[in-house]
């Protein structure tokens, strides 16, 4: 095999400088603080002085790393739950720009974190986030005017990656959130991460790419972002699935560890099952970035199909075989329930991900 | 909407729950019918004003007798009165005062604690709370600690309760308390009523998902309780619970809850990228399947229940099923409404359109669903009762 499905000492280290660094600072208590306040510049900061957003770019566009980097560092912001926009910022939008003709213009930026973009596609009664061309924003002479909803990580853009048409084929376009007729309006998610409307009046943008060009980079965000959120979502059920163990063997009813109940322990090794399947096809998609692009349409789909369901069954459990401590917000198991039952409200419906799933695969091969 | 007989019910039955609709149609503040049908908060004033109302009509305690203020209805009744109320979005009041300790006052209290204790439920101006879990004291709830201590006529209480909903609104608890050592411990545990103002009772708030207030940690701390607040005998609680719980099996199934959240689940796929979708199309027919198949189990309890026939076995079903499709709707609707229902509605709002800030409280729905399968004996523990009561295993 040529693929050893673990991370390299180097990949290690990464992870582990991210896992220390919110060890350290960023306690339960101070997220617990953070999660109704919003975009957490304190934490953002942190993060990008550690200099390990390069590791999220690959190395022909400015960065150090790639996929598997992305794997390695959103395992621990997972497990920890950091509250800031990197998936949104640095690796959908962000994978955008930097991979885009404009790329070498922003790479110093974005891997400083002193650039945030966000993708700004969906309008309207628009709620598949993976139909990207189903609208698009009315623009003549570079200008665009219109709204664009359910904007992740939006409430702390510095940038909005913004789809729109003239008339004819789709264009991806950069918009400063200061631009003049930019407002932004902003809320928070159950998880507590950030979401936006903005709306834009005559607002002057860049073009970033237009017709396929803007379709390739549309789509190898998406699926960039939704690896990196596939990988946070495992890091979130590993939390999980040392947690429960962990509370069913220190908590006695009936003058027993409740772990000692068979039926208990059947339920954590189904977590198990699910969450190996969950890490194997997350693998999948992240190697997926260097095969034909239907190929990795197709990993990537799966992945998000397999985690999705995964996240819903160990998020359930976890609660569940905590009892009514599962659902205290004293406990971190109440917290990764939340962010794990976001995961397919942002990232859109299984029957979605199957219907892209089907066109993507070859039924000849499995 | 024309309605069909359903199988065992008459047209006076029928007749009974159109004279419901038309009333709760006529007199619930439609503000507080549509928060409760989007699953947002309603006040604890919003819960009285509607149970003043139901007293009003003489319908506020369906469970208990009409000689003590209740509806005295029969087992149909009761089952039509649950059915719509949830159908039709109405609040659902000081369940533990009406559906619990109510009952249990009735039948085991004396003449004495019925004159006292009852009036104030039905006036709403009362508002109890349940203190029978514990920290050690869940699923395993006969190992509870909360002790009370003779003094004289009185008891002396000092233990900790759990998860005590509502306790931050009541100013009254009915709590399990140990009064006596006993061989077998579900023996010497009594019932203890007393005011949330004695001295010595304290309340902090537990946040649950989503940010919910509704649970609480309540310490007690050598709370004085009046020997005349002990209802029925001492050391007797256990056996009355058994029979209190009995009352509420077809409550507790919520089936009217499903079907309304069935209904719900059809509003919201009018629209969105799932509506055409074939296969959560058929989704949704398989949970209207299970809606039935909870429905008719209920229909099959209650046949023998007015038969004068014990239900038997088929009875427990009822809590794990009801809970499962209560929650398996819950998830449906949620992902059916798509990334609005990932907005925190206690956030700053975003300007959505009606119908879809009417789909801001499905997460929370659903997060607060998962209580259903851990509280009033847990899905393990239902299967536990099935396997060793049941099938003898
Ligand atoms: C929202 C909410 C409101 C509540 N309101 C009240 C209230 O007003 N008053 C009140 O007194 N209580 C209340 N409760 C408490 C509720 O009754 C307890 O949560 C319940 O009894 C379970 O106890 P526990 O939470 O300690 O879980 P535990 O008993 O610790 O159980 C943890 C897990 O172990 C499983 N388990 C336990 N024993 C076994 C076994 N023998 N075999 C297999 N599995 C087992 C359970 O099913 C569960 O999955 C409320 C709870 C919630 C969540």
């Known amino acids: 095999m040529t693929v050893a499905y673990v991370f390299s000492e180097d990949q290690g280290m990464l992870a582990d400088s991210v896992a220390r660094f919110l060890e350290r600072d960023y306690p339960p208590a101070r997220r617990r603080a953070a ?44 497990r920890h739950m950091a509250l800031a926009p990197v998936l949104e910022c640095m690796v959908t939008a962000g994978s955008i720009l930097a991979a885009s003709t404009l790329g070498p213009d922003h790479t110093e930026a974005l891997t400083t974190g002193t650039m945030r973009p966000a993708l700004a596609t969906l309008e309207g009664q628009a709620r598949d986030p993976w139909d990207v061309t189903a609208v698009a924003l009315p623009m003549s002479g ?34 400063a959130a200061d631009a003049p007729g930019v407002s932004v309006t902003s809320s928070l998610r159950i998880d507590g991460h950030g979401i936006a409307e903005v709306t834009f009046d005559s607002s002057p943008g860049t073009l970033v ?35 429960t163990p962990e509370y069913l063997r220190g908590r006695e009813q009936y003058g027993v560890p409740l772990a000692s109940f068979q039926a208990l322990q059947h339920r954590m090794a189904d977590m198990f099952v699910a969450l190996e399947c969950a890490r194997s096809l997350c693998w999948h998609g992240t190697l997926a970035f260097e095969r034909p692009e239907a190929d990795r349409r197709a990993a990537v789909a799966a992945a998000l199909v397999q985690v999705g369901r995964s996240a819903r069954f160990i998020g359930q459990q976890a609660v569940q075989l905590h009892g009514g401590m599962g659902m205290s917000e004293e406990m971190p198991v109440a917290h990764h329930f939340l962010s794990l039952t976001t995961f397919g409200l942002v990232r859109g419906a299984e029957p979605l991900h199957l219907r892209r799933f089907e066109a993507a695969t070859d039924p000849e091969r499995t | 909407m024309t309605r069909h007989l359903d199988p065992g019910f008459t047209e006076a039955d029928e007749a009974f729950r159109s004279e419901l609709r038309a009333f709760i149609e006529a007199e619930l503040d439609p503000a507080v019918r549509d928060a409760v049908g989007r699953g947002a908060s309603v006040t604890k004033a919003q819960h ?31 089952f039509i009165f649950d059915e719509e109320t949830a159908l039709m979005d109405t609040p659902r009041g000081n369940v533990p005062a009406i559906d619990l300790v109510g009952p249990l006052i009735c039948t085991f209290g004396t ?95 537990i946040i649950t998902l989503g940010g919910v207030h509704a649970v609480n940690q309540v310490f007690l701390d050598e709370v ?63 949970l209207h399947t299970d809606v039935l198949a909870l429905k008719y189990t209920a229909h099959r309890v209650l046949a023998a229940e007015m038969a004068g026939e014990p239900a038997g076995t088929v009875v427990s079903v009822l809590k794990l099923k009801g809970a499962a499709v209560q ?11 798509g990334p609005v229902a990932a907005v925190s509605p206690r956030a700053e709002p975003l300007d959505l359109p009606a119908d879809e800030d009417a789909l801001l409280w499905t997460a929370t729905t659903y997060l607060d669903r998962r209580k259903l399968s851990i509280y009033g004996g847990s899905s393990e523990i239902q299967r536990n009762i099935i396997a060793r009561r049941i099938l003898k295993i």
């Not at chain 2, 009285?48 to 029969?74: D, H, I, M, S, V």
């Not at chain 2, 499903?258 to 296969?279: C, F, I, N, W, Y």
Request: glycine residues 14%.
């Open chain 2, 224 to 286: 004085r309780v009046p020997g005349a607040n002990l209802i029925g005998a001492e050391g007797d609680a256990w056996r009355m619970t058994g029979y209190v719980l009995g009352l509420e099996r077809l409550v507790g199934a919520g089936i009217g809850h499903s079907q309304r959240l069935l209904k719900h689940l059809r509003d919201v796929l009018k629209t969105g990228p799932l509506a055409e979708d074939r296969a959560f199309r058929d989704r949704v027919a398989a």
């Open chain 2, 48 to 78: 009285q004003a509607w149970q003043r109302k139901l007293a009003a009509k003489g319908w506020l305690a369906p469970n208990w007798p009409k000689e003590y203020g209740g509806a005295g209805w029969n087992s149909v009744r009761r």
């Open chain 2, 327 to 337: 929650q398996d709707l819950a998830e449906a609707i949620m992902e059916a409404a």
């Open chain 1, 209 to 243: 790419a237009s017709g396929d060009e803007a379709a390739r980079l549309l789509s190898l965000g998406l699926d960039r972002g939704a690896m990196a959120a596939c990988a946070q979502a495992v890091g979130e059920m590993d939390a999980l699935m040392e947690a």
């Open chain 1, 35 to 78: 999660l109704t306040a919003g975009f957490d510049e304190m934490l953002w900061q942190g993060l990008a002085n550690l200099g390990l957003f390069g590791a999220l770019f690959d190395e022909d566009q400015g960065g150090f790393g790639g996929p598997v980097e992305t794997m390695a560092l959103f395992g621990p912001l997972g």
């Open chain 2, 111 to 205: 003449e004495e604690q019925k004159a006292r204790l009852l009036p104030g439920i039905l006036s709403s101006e009362d508002w109890w709370c349940q203190g029978f879990s514990e920290p050690g004291a869940g699923s395993d709830l006969a190992s509870l600690r909360t002790r009370g201590l003779r003094d004289g006529d009185d008891w002396i209480v000092t233990g900790t309760k759990l998860w005590t909903s509502h306790a931050q609104n009541a100013n009254w608890m009915f709590a399990l308390v140990r009064t006596s050592e006993h061989p077998k411990k579900q023996g010497g545990i009594s019932y203890l009523v007393f005011p949330m103002d004695s001295p010595g009772v304290s309340v902090t708030p």
């Open chain 1, 142 to 175: 570079g200008m665009l005017s219109g709204a664009k909803r359910w904007v992740q990580g939006g409430d702390a853009a510095t940038h909005f990656l913004v789809t729109a048409r003239d008339g004819g084929a789709l264009s991806l376009w950069l918009v």
